[in-house]
């Protein structure tokens, strides 16, 4: 299985970017889909989730800014990235095959629970 991550880079607070995951050798969307970032010094956070009936989850800090979607056409998990702000800075991973059901299960699936990783791609949002 490869997952890897696009559209990353440098932008000023503000502004938007939009990440795309792209994979082969899986099911896609059979299970819980997620991204997940980690900023140098701190553990790896949960931003999004989205479940293969289309339920989505944020995390509190991205409510309102980030949405996440699939591309069923390309088989792409994306991230639309809007207002950002300096501490959205961090590596973003994308990550697939959780079990989870969000309609069930209250919270962001834990990182633990998804079985395939991308590399990550960087974020950096300057002020």
């Known amino acids: 299985v490869q997952l890897e991550e696009s559209g990353g880079g440098s932008v000023q607070a503000g502004g938007s970017l939009r990440l795309s995951c792209a994979g082969s050798g899986y099911t896609y969307n059979r299970h819980c889909m997620g991204w997940f970032r980690q900023a140098p010094g701190k553990e790896r956070e949960g931003v999004a989730s989205i479940d293969s009936d289309g339920t989505t989850r944020y995390a509190d800090s991205v409510k309102g800014r980030f949405t996440i979607s699939l591309d069923n056409a390309k088989k792409t998990l994306d991230l639309q990235m809007n207002s950002l702000k300096p501490e959205d800075s961090a590596i973003y991973y994308c990550?697939?095959?959780?079990?989870?059901?969000?309609?069930?299960?209250?919270?962001?699936?834990?990182?633990?629970?998804?079985?395939?990783w991308g590399q990550g791609t960087q974020v950096t949002v300057s002020s």
């Open positions: 990550a697939t095959d959780s079990p989870f059901l969000l309609k069930v299960v209250a919270g962001l699936p834990p990182a633990n629970t998804y079985q395939y």
